[in-house]
């Protein structure tokens, strides 16, 4: 389904996919999850990491933001582990503008 999505240029849809698989992943039992991180180890940072990616670059509207505060809320951890993810939901959060340079 992402590569559907991703290709009807669907951003927020191919996010919300990725969350779906990150969340399989972590829901496992511990025996297939640890199957899981032998045959795939950097999935679950992977699909993480494509979740938060395809939600930044969906185009701007009132789900994207919802959908941004409940991974601040439930993710906090993840976001600690991918600063530069994390920053860039943290900023979209609190700015309707962003600088294009950082000091």
Same mark, same amino acid.
């Given at each position: ?41 950097? &999935? ?6 494509? #979740? $938060?990616?395809? +939600? %930044? ?8 933001? /919802? ?12 976001? &600690? ?6 920053? #860039? $939901?943290?900023? +979209? %959060? ?8 950082? /000091?």
């Amino acid at each position: 389904m992402v590569q559907y999505y991703i290709h009807e240029k669907e951003m927020l849809e191919a996010a919300k996919a990725y969350q779906l698989i990150y969340d399989t992943i972590n829901k496992a039992t511990p025996e297939k999850s640890a199957a899981l991180e032998e045959k795939y180890p950097n &999935d679950r940072l992977d699909a993480f990491r494509n #979740f $938060v990616l395809y +939600l %930044l670059i969906s185009p701007y509207d009132q789900a994207k933001v /919802d959908l941004l505060k409940v991974v601040e809320a439930a993710y906090p951890r993840e976001l &600690d582990k991918e600063e530069r993810v994390g920053s #860039f $939901v943290r900023k +979209l %959060l609190t700015f309707e503008l962003m600088p294009i340079q950082e /000091d």
